[in-house]
C-alpha cells in the first residue's frame, strides 16, 4: 500500500457527503423497488416465491443505510485520535447479518410494515441467507458477540480475521453417520462485504533472512527471496445498537501478487502461472475445522501468519501515515488482543515490522510489542495447546524462527536470574521443546509478550495459574487476569426470542437491551401467577417453533407439553454427550421395566459437529441416533420419551432452540470446558440448567442460586483426585442402572444389523483411564435428572425458576465483559460517532 492512494484521496472534493436517507416504511419500500427493479433487473414476470432477489434487495436498503452511519464511526474515531483495539481472531462465528442489522438500526417496525404493503413476509427473505460459518464454535461466537458489544459501546475496536472461501463444513446425516459437505457460502455473493483492494498487503514466505547494513551503519536484517502472497481486506460491517456507530470486522483473502503472474507467464509456463495462483488462494480457502488443536498442518500455520503479518501492516501503515513515521506514541494508542494463540505469530511479526521495515532497535521494538500485546487462552486442554515443529517454522519463516529464539535466549536468561541453576525450570518454561522434533510452544511466546494473560472464567483462570501456566505465574503474577465470557442479549434475547422480548419489556422497559444488569427487576415478578402465565405461553409458543423445525430436519414429533431437554454444542468426549444418550439408554429401559410412575415425558435434543478426523466423536453421534431410531419407533415408549439429532447445528439453528429449551444440558466434566457460553444463552432465554461445577456454571449458579440450578457430579478437584484410582468396571458392578444401560449397549439393541459398532464406546466407559469419568458421574446425574422430572411436574415452580434464571442472566451480557475488558486491559475511550444529519 502507499501513500499516493491517500493523497488523492484527501485532494479530491468529498464525495462522501450525502443527505441522510429516509427511515420511514415509504422511504424503504421506494428504495426496496428501487433496487429490485433498476438494479437487479427483475420484471413483473418474477416468481415472487422465489425470494433470493427480494433478499438481495432488502438487505441493500439495509446496507445503505448502515453505510452512512459506518462512515461517520471511521471519521469520528480519525478526528478524535484516540487509542484503538485490534481483536486479532482466526474466526469470527457471524451467522446471519440482516435481522441483526434491523434490529440493531431501529428499523425492525418500519421495515416489516414496507414488506407488507408489498406483500413480502420479512421471515421469509431472512431464511434466505446463508450463515457466515466463519469459525468452529465457542471462541468464534465469543468473537461476534465481543464485536456487537464493542460497537453498542462505542469502543474503537476492530476485528481481524480470514474471509474462508469454505466455512463450516454442513452436516448432514446418513445412516446415523455424519457426512461432511463443503460449505461455499460465498457462491450467490455476499452483499455485506466491501472489497478495498487499496488497502492490500504484501505477505512473505520461505526464503531466508540475511544481514546488512543501514544508512547509519547499523546491522538490520532482511527477509528475502520470499514467495509474497498479496492480502486484500474485505470489510464487513458491525453496527451498535441505536446508536449510531457502525464499526469494522476487516477479512482478509489471499491472491497471487501481479508479478508472480508475468514472471512465470513470461517463462513461457502459462498454465504453471495460473497454478500458481491456486497455490496462493489456497490460503484462505477453507476454515479448519477442529475445535482442539490439530498439530502441524502447514496449511494452518501459513493461516495464522497470512492474517497476523496483514493486520499489523494495515494497523503500522496507518499509523505512520498519520504520525508522519513517529513510532513514540505507537503502544499508547494500540492494542492487540489475541483469540488465544492461533494469531500469536503476531508477536515476533511485529517485531520484525519495527526492526526490519522501521529501523528500531530490538529494547525499543521490545518495549512496544510487550506493550500493546494482550492474550486470552481458552482451553484447559494440554493437548490443545498449539505447537509448530521448528523445522516447519524455519521453511516457511526463517526470519520469525530467528526472532523467537532471541526473544527465548533473553527471556531464559531472565528465568535463570530469578531461579539460579534451576535447569528443570528453564526447560519446562523454553518457548522451545525440545525433543526429536523440537516444538515451538505458542501459547508460551503469547505469555512472554504479552502485558496481559486472561481465562475465560473464574475457575478457568485459576486453574491456569495453578496448573497450565504456573510457573509463568510465579514470574509475573501481574499479567494473569480473569474476563468471565458472556453472550449479546442482542441476539441472544432481543432478536431470537422477540415474545419473551417484548414480555420482559412491558414488565421492566426496554433498558435491558443495552444493560442486562436490569433483567433483576424481574425477580418480585417470578411469583406472580399473572406472569407466570404469560411467561408459560411465550415458551410454549417457542416450542411449538422449535418442534416444527425438529419435525422438518429430523422426521421425529416433539409434544410442546413434554420437557425439551437439549444438549447442543459441537461434539467432544470432555463435553459428554455420551453422559447425556446414557441417561437417555436408562429412561428406556425404565419405561421398558413399566417404572413410569409419576412419570414427565421429555423430548431430548442433541446436536453438534465432529471433528471430520475425530472417531470417537463421530461414533457418538452415530450412537445417538441409533438410540433415537429404536427409542421413537418402539410403540411401549410412545409420548414418553423422544430423542432426536438435530442436523448441521449452527447459529442461526440456536436462534430457534434457545427459546424453545426448558432443560440446558451443561454436563463437561469439571475443569475442562474453559467456560462455556451456550449455558448462558439458555439460562438467558429461561432454560433451567443441569449441569457441574464446571467453567461459567459455577457463576450461573452463584447468580441464579442452588435451589434453581440442578448440581451434580464431581468437581475438579474430585476429578483430579478421582484419576489416581478410577474403577469404573467397579462402578458399573455396583450400579443396578448403568449395569443394565451397559448389558443393553453391548446387546447390541441399538446395532441390531451392525454388530460390534458401539465396542469402542463400551471400552472407553470401562476404561480406567478414561480422562472424563463417564462412569463416576452417571448416577448422580442421573439422581438430579430425576429431581429435574419432579421439578417440571410442578409447573408453576417450574415457570417460577424459569423466570429467577432469566432474572439472574445480567452477568453474561458481553456488555460487561466488553467493558471490563477495556477498564483492565485496553483503556479505550467510548467515541460517539458523527450523527447522521
Ligand atoms: C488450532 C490449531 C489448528 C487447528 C484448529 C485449532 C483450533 C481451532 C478452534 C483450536 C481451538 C479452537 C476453538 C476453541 C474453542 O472454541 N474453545 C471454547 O472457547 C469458548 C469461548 O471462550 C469457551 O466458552 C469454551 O469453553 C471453549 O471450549
Known amino acids: 500500500m502507499d501513500k499516493e492512494n491517500f493523497k488523492s484521496e484527501t485532494a479530491c472534493p468529498d464525495l462522501t ?15 426496496f423497488r428501487h433496487y429490485y427493479t433498476n438494479y437487479l433487473g427483475r420484471d413483473r414476470n418474477c416468481c415472487s416465491t422465489h425470494y433470493h432477489y427480494a ?75 446463508p450463515d457466515a460459518g466463519l469459525g468452529n464454535g465457542g471462541l468464534g461466537r465469543l468473537a461476534a458477540c465481543f464485536l456487537d458489544s464493542c460497537a453498542t459501546l462505542q469502543l ?35 452483499i455485506w462485504e466491501i472489497k478495498r483492494p487499496e488497502y492490500s498487503q504484501r505477505i512473505k514466505f520461505c526464503g531466508y533472512s540475511e544481514a546488512t547494513s543501514d544508512v547509519a551503519g547499523r546491522t538490520r536484517m532482511r527477509w528475502v527471496n520470499t514467495r509474497d502472497v498479496l492480502a486484500v481486506p474485505y470489510d464487513v460491517p458491525i453496527p451498535g445498537y441505536r446508536n449510531g456507530t457502525v464499526n469494522t470486522l476487516r477479512l482478509w483473502k489471499a491472491e497471487a501478487t501481479e508479478e508472480f503472474d508475468l514472471e512465470e507467464f513470461n517463462s513461457g509456463d502459462y498454465t504453471g502461472s495460473v497454478a500458481s495462483k491456486n497455490e496462493a488462494e489456497k490460503i484462505t480457502m477453507v476454515l479448519y475445522p477442529n475445535d482442539s488443536s490439530e498439530n502441524g498442518k502447514e496449511l494452518r500455520l501459513q493461516q495464522q501468519y497470512f492474517l497476523a503479518s496483514a493486520s499489523l501492516q494495515d494497523v503500522l501503515n496507518r499509523w505512520l501515515i498519520t504520525e508522519q513515521a513517529d513510532l513514540s506514541r505507537f503502544a499508547e494508542k494500540n492494542c492487540f488482543q489475541l483469540n488465544d494463540t492461533h494469531p500469536s505469530c503476531a508477536v515476533p511479526e511485529l517485531m520484525r515490522l519495527l526492526m526490519d521495515d522501521q529501523g528500531l532497535s530490538w529494547d525499543e521494538a521490545w518495549d512496544i510489542t510487550r506493550s500493546t500485546m494482550a492474550y486470552t487462552n481458552h482451553t484447559l486442554l494440554p493437548e490443545a495447546l498449539e505447537r509448530w515443529p521448528v523445522r516447519m517454522f524455519q521453511r516457511l519463516l526463517p526470519r520469525l524462527l530467528e526472532i523467537i529464539y532471541e526473544i527465548n535466549a533473553r527471556f531464559l536468561k531472565q528465568v535463570a536470574e530469578r531461579w539460579p541453576g534451576d ?58 487476569n480473569n474476563k468471565t465470557n458472556g453472550v449479546t442479549q442482542r ?18 422497559g426496554s433498558g435491558w437491551v443495552t444493560d442486562l444488569a436490569q433483567l ?226 453391548q446387546s447390541g439393541h441399538f446395532s441390531q444389523f451392525e454388530a460390534g459398532i458401539f465396542d469402542s464406546i463400551l471400552q472407553a466407559i470401562q476404561n480406567p483411564h478414561d480422562p472424563w469419568l463417564v462412569a463416576a458421574d452417571f448416577s448422580d446425574y442421573v439422581a438430579a435428572q430425576q429431581r ?19 432474572a439472574s442472566a445480567g452477568k453474561f451480557s458481553t456488555d460487561r465483559t466488553m467493558e471490563e475488558y477495556n477498564a483492565k486491559i485496553w483503556n479505550l475511550s467510548k467515541i460517539p460517532a458523527f450523527p447522521v444529519e
Not at 663 to 680: C, D, F, H, R, Y
Open 788 to 806: 429435574v422430572a419432579q421439578a417440571y411436574r410442578d409447573q408453576t415452580g417450574w415457570t417460577r425458576m424459569s423466570i429467577l434464571n432469566t
Open 520 to 745: 433483576s427487576r424481574l425477580r418480585p415478578l417470578a411469583d406472580d401467577p399473572a406472569v407466570q402465565q404469560r411467561w408459560q405461553q411465550v415458551k410454549y409458543n417457542n416450542k411449538v417453533r422449535l418442534a416444527e423445525m425438529v419435525a422438518a430436519d429430523c422426521g421425529v414429533k416433539f409434544s410442546p407439553d413434554a420437557m425439551f431437554d437439549v444438549q447442543v454444542k459441537r461434539i467432544h468426549e470432555y463435553k459428554r454427550q455420551l453422559l447425556n444418550i446414557l441417561h437417555v439408554i436408562h429412561l428406556y429401559d425404565r419405561i421398558k421395566r413399566g417404572d413410569t410412575h409419576n412419570w414427565t415425558p421429555r423430548c431430548v435434543l442433541i446436536g453438534g459437529k465432529a471433528a471430520p478426523g475425530y472417531a470417537m466423536a463421530k461414533q457418538i453421534i452415530k450412537l445417538i441416533n441409533n438410540v433415537a431410531t429404536v427409542v421413537n419407533n418402539d410403540p411401549a415408549v410412545g409420548s414418553l420419551l423422544k430423542v432426536a439429532f438435530i442436523p448441521n447445528y449452527r447459529v442461526s439453528a440456536m436462534e430457534v432452540i434457545c427459546p424453545g429449551a426448558d432443560l440446558s444440558e451443561q454436563i463437561s466434566t469439571a475443569g475442562k470446558e474453559a467456560s462455556g457460553t451456550g449455558n448462558m444463552k439458555f439460562m438467558l432465554n429461561g432454560a433451567l440448567t443441569v449441569g457441574t461445577l464446571d467453567g461459567a456454571n459455577i457463576e450461573i449458579r452463584e447468580e441464579v442460586g442452588e435451589d434453581n440450578f440442578f448440581l451434580f457430579g464431581l468437581t475438579a478437584e474430585e476429578a483430579e483426585e478421582r484419576r489416581k484410582d478410577y474403577d469404573p468396571l467397579a462402578i458399573i458392578a455396583g450400579d443396578e442402572n448403568l449395569q443394565r444401560v451397559m448389558q443393553l449397549l
Open 55 to 129: 433478499y438481495d434487495a432488502l438487505a441493500l436498503v439495509v446496507r445503505d443505510r448502515l453505510m452512512e452511519r459506518w462512515k461517520n464511526t471511521r471519521y469520528a474515531y480519525e478526528e478524535s485520535d484516540c487509542k484503538r483495539t485490534y481483536y486479532l481472531s482466526l474466526e469470527f462465528l457471524m451467522g446471519r447479518t440482516l435481522g441483526n442489522a434491523v434490529l440493531n438500526l431501529g428499523l425492525d417496525e418500519k421495515l416489516t410494515q414496507a414488506l407488507n404493503s408489498i406483500c413480502l413476509e420479512y421471515e421469509d427473505l431472512e431464511g434466505v441467507e
Open 491 to 508: 441476539r441472544w434475547l432481543a432478536y431470537s426470542n422477540p415474545e419473551l422480548s417484548d414480555l420482559i419489556s412491558e414488565k421492566i
Open 423 to 480: 535447569m528443570q525450570r528453564q526447560r519446562r518454561m523454553s518457548l522451545i521443546e525440545e525433543g526429536p522434533e523440537p516444538q515451538v510452544r505458542m501459547a508460551f511466546l503469547a505469555i512472554v509478550a504479552s502485558f496481559s494473560v486472561n481465562g475465560v472464567a473464574e475457575l478457568h483462570s485459576k486453574l491456569l495459574r495453578e496448573g497450565l501456566f504456573h510457573d509463568f505465574y510465579e514470574l509475573w503474577p501481574e499479567k494473569f
Open 156 to 190: 474503537p475496536v476492530q476485528g481481524y480475521g480470514i474471509r474462508y472461501e469454505y466455512g463450516m463444513f454442513r452436516q448432514h446425516i446418513v445412516n446415523g453417520y455424519q457426512v461432511e459437505e463443503p460449505d461455499h457460502w460465498l457462491r450467490i455473493g455476499n
Open 17 to 31: 457527503n450525502l443527505p441522510p436517507l429516509g427511515m420511514e416504511p415509504a422511504d424503504l419500500e421506494r428504495h
